[in-house]
DNA sequence: GAGTGGTCTAGACCACTTC
DNA sequence: AAGTGGTCTAGACCACTCC
């Protein structure tokens, strides 16, 4: 490699340094609308191709999203989310100072899936409430989830109302208590369903977290499936040495 | 809509299906080599841009993933890391089954940023170590690693065996131990210092994890980034509720 | 040296959103 | 109706890896 670099910087790269530049100036501000590709496009002289390109990475970095056929906007903050704390989504953001919604997509009873009995430790056939919502933060979608509940634990479920926070509807109408969440997570593209209600495109890039809920008699009440945009959320917990094994010996858990 | 869709599938979608297929089957093995994307490109008879996007769809997914001008490949099974554990990445790695390596990148004494003196809570210019470490699984890197100690509690560190787990060091040699730790992690994208270890193209999606480790004097001993490739890694958690606080009143914790 | 992936051009048509 | 993003073509040159 010699003294005087030989790699120029690509025009991708150039493009994409002069947008995170003015979103980190504040020129564009989160929420706003980047003026269209074909604008870009002759304001660089350069192919539409790699605007994209450029488009993509900072998409990929987090700093702006892309609304399906509706263009490019600057990504708000992320919302922190700790999976040892049960508050509720309702709770957590607002405590935040943002502003959440929640939104009933479809909610019915149906048969149990093998991939639901299995979870739900019930038989496969047996009732379950399935139930799809999906949740804004200052009026963006930032995810949409998918709860089965254990119908037979709680009768006339779906008569509740179902935006709210459901653990504690199953805990003031039906004296079930959660005590132990299984969490996991990962990064995952989105699929037809999520990204159409999303209004993203489809295998955008997501953030998967799954939940199987414990009540105070071991019994799983539901499993839930979550389908964040990858740039909405921070995941921040804390954990002490020991204190697995200390907790298993006060709860009794069941593995 | 009509009853016979209107839609058909994008041809950079059959590629996907295609190939994510004959991933599925097992004819492409995990860790295989994918065919180029010009004999790609010729079997499908399309633009060789097509056949990009299928791969880049594919790679979000995280079916396959890329080494930087080396061509596509196909992603072995996740590790699950549990973040509330205090085994290292080496124990971890080993109780799944799988191989794993350490390899040092560098270490040296340098004198506290700005922002590694906030979080080790010393003094701007304060001595801190600086090391920065490669991880592997099964012969494939799968983040890299940047930890700052707190140079002060530890003389002589760097003569110690860096790629061994710096927790058990700490412990073994200086009596300090691990009581405590903050987490978060997000999605994002990878550097070009993070890339170029990684032999990744700069700017593909990594996981983003920090860690702020306390001792037993409630002294932050150090602070870590990890940068994973963002398919390698699953994240698994337990959590009990009111266990915070039942932590709070057995541990003192420093907020 | 051959082949590969990384980047780029200069267009095009379509389905969809927005006005 | 106009404009946008989604998809696609048929090439090209370069830097790099691999043999």
């Given at each position: 490699m010699s003294e005087v670099a030989a790699n120029h910087t690509p025009k991708y790269l150039v493009v994409r340094d002069y947008l995170a530049t003015r979103i980190e100036k504040g020129e564009f501000k989160s929420g706003d609308k980047l003026p269209s590709e074909r604008e870009l496009q002759e304001s660089f002289d350069v192919a539409r191709v790699t605007i994209r390109d450029a488009l993509l990475a900072l998409q990929t970095e987090g700093l702006i999203y892309r609304l399906d056929r509706r263009g490019w906007f600057v990504t708000p903050k992320r919302i922190i989310y700790n999976p040892r704390s049960t508050e509720s989504f309702m709770q957590y953001v607002t405590a935040q100072g943002r502003v959440p919604k929640s939104e009933l997509i479809s909610a019915e009873l149906i048969e149990a899936s093998e991939w639901a009995a299995e979870r739900l430790n019930i038989a496969v056939g047996g009732p379950v409430y399935s139930i799809w919502r999906k949740r804004f933060v200052d009026g963006r979608m930032v995810f949409i989830e998918h709860v089965r509940v254990n119908a037979a634990l709680f009768?006339?479920?779906?008569?509740?109302?179902?935006?709210?926070s459901l653990t504690e509807i199953m805990y003031k109408h039906y004296g079930v208590e959660l005590v132990r969440v299984n969490i996991n997570l990962y990064p995952a593209s989105l699929g037809a369903f999520q990204a159409r209600h999303l209004l993203v495109t489809p295998g955008t890039l997501g953030l998967y977290i799954g939940r199987n809920s414990y009540d105070q008699f071991g019994r799983v009440t539901n499993v839930d499936q979550e389908y964040w945009v990858h740039d909405a959320l921070e995941i921040s917990l804390e954990a002490h040495k020991d204190e697995s094994a200390l907790m298993s010996s006060i709860f009794k858990t069941n593995e």
């Open positions: 009768p006339d479920f779906l008569d509740k109302p179902l935006t709210d």
